[in-house]
């Protein structure tokens, strides 16, 4: 299973998150994010045009080890980045990153890309 992860601000919109995932370059099975950020209406936009799954994780889920790391992620959520650590919950036990975060030309989004075995 192929999972992109991702990270926005609360202003972002769906096409800042396609723009970071198009960066990414891959066709991913779903789409993840924070619990606190899955309901967000970008998110649910670019999901539902792709037709992917959304999968929101706890806070806990989140402590992944990531390959980058954002001094604003790392404040706002005890991560190096939420992308990847989105991307690396979801994709399961023994994930790995396919590609690390991607920005977003406005910098509202991340994408993350990661591959693995879901639950």
């Not at 396609?18 to 066709?27: F, I, R």
């Not at 001094?71 to 994930?95: F, V």
Request: charged share 15%; aromatic share 2%.
């Amino acid at each position: 299973m192929i999972v992109a992860g991702f990270g926005f601000r609360a202003g972002a919109s769906a096409q800042s998150l396609a723009d970071a995932l198009a960066l990414s370059g891959a066709a991913p099975d779903a789409l993840a994010t924070a619990e606190d950020k899955a309901a967000h209406p970008a998110f649910r936009a670019l999901a539902h045009a792709l037709n992917l799954p959304v999968r929101a994780l706890p806070a806990a889920a989140l402590d992944q080890p990531t390959a980058t790391h954002s001094a604003a992620s790392l404040a706002a959520r005890s991560t190096g980045s939420l992308a990847e650590a989105a991307a690396l919950a979801a994709a399961g036990p023994g994930a790995r990153l396919l590609a690390p975060r991607q920005i977003s030309p406005d910098r509202m989004a991340t994408c993350a890309i990661a591959t693995g075995d879901p639950e």
